[in-house]
């Protein structure tokens, strides 16, 4: 079946970094693209950032408050996907989730018009000094 497992989060200072993978199993892992969202406590989901495999070639989006400081890659040979969290602030602690995109590309993370249809548990990235 359809899996999605994250791992990597923890406790960091301000100004540290974190790489939290998404390891996905039970599908075609390029047919489809995998978004990194977070949600922290009283606050709605909120994407962070989108990479489409196969034919996509690896083309990536990012929301405005990962740009510049988040990176999302992926080992297509491991069918993982990474997001490198650098410069990190209070503010992105969250519960940091990965998801199946029901479609090979990205095109934003409005959870509206835009199916996800699968989820990983979540890690938790707690920034804090």
């Known amino acids: 079946q359809v899996q999605l497992v994250e791992s990597g989060g923890g406790l960091v200072q301000p100004g540290g970094s974190l790489r939290l993978s998404c390891v996905a199993s039970g599908f075609t892992f390029d047919n489809y693209a995998i978004t990194w969202f977070r949600q922290a406590p009283g606050k709605e989901r909120e994407g962070v950032a989108c990479?489409?495999?196969?034919?996509?070639?690896?083309?990536?989006v990012y929301a405005g408050s990962a740009k510049g400081r988040f990176t999302i890659s992926s080992d297509t040979a491991k069918n993982t996907v990474y997001l490198q969290m650098n410069v990190l602030k209070a503010e992105d602690t969250a519960v940091y989730h990965c998801a199946r995109v029901e479609r090979f590309y990205c095109s934003g993370f409005d959870l509206k018009t835009i199916v996800y249809d699968y989820w990983g548990q979540g890690t938790q990235v707690t920034v804090t000094s």
């Open positions: 990479i489409a495999n196969g034919a996509s070639g690896g083309r990536t």
